[in-house]
């Protein structure tokens, strides 16, 4: 069965920059299309970018311009470069496989918690 572990997130300031991490273990990670998503206290999951097994990238609204997603097949792990973070940004951020804006996996690793303050 695939694993997902993510890593990475924190407390910080508004303005301020994070560097998220998702290791994949168990799949064909070079593949895969590979997503990030996260939910706010009180929300619906939502989508922030997808990057595919070829390197294209797409991006939310929200985050683009600010978030630059990467992956690195060597090591199974794919990556979300936060900049210039806003507390909207505030949420539990997790990966997934991905087919455009959809996960394709129906579980989820335990996320890591970004809180943005102002």
């Known amino acids: 069965q695939v694993q997902l572990v993510e890593s990475g997130g924190g407390l910080v300031q508004a303005g301020g920059s994070l560097r998220l991490s998702c290791v994949v273990s168990g799949s064909s990670f070079s593949i895969n299309d590979m997503g990030w998503y996260r939910q706010a206290s009180g929300k619906q999951r939502e989508w922030v970018a997808t990057i595919t097994s070829g390197g294209v990238r797409t991006y939310a609204g929200s985050v683009k311009g600010r978030f630059t997603i990467s992956r690195d097949s060597t090591k199974k792990t794919v990556y979300l470069q936060m900049n210039i973070l806003k507390p909207e940004d505030t949420a539990v951020y997790y990966c997934?496989?991905?087919?455009?804006?959809?996960?394709?996996?129906?579980?989820w690793g335990q996320g890591t918690q970004v809180t943005v303050s102002s």
């Open positions: 997934n496989f991905a087919q455009g804006s959809r996960w394709t996996l129906n579980y």
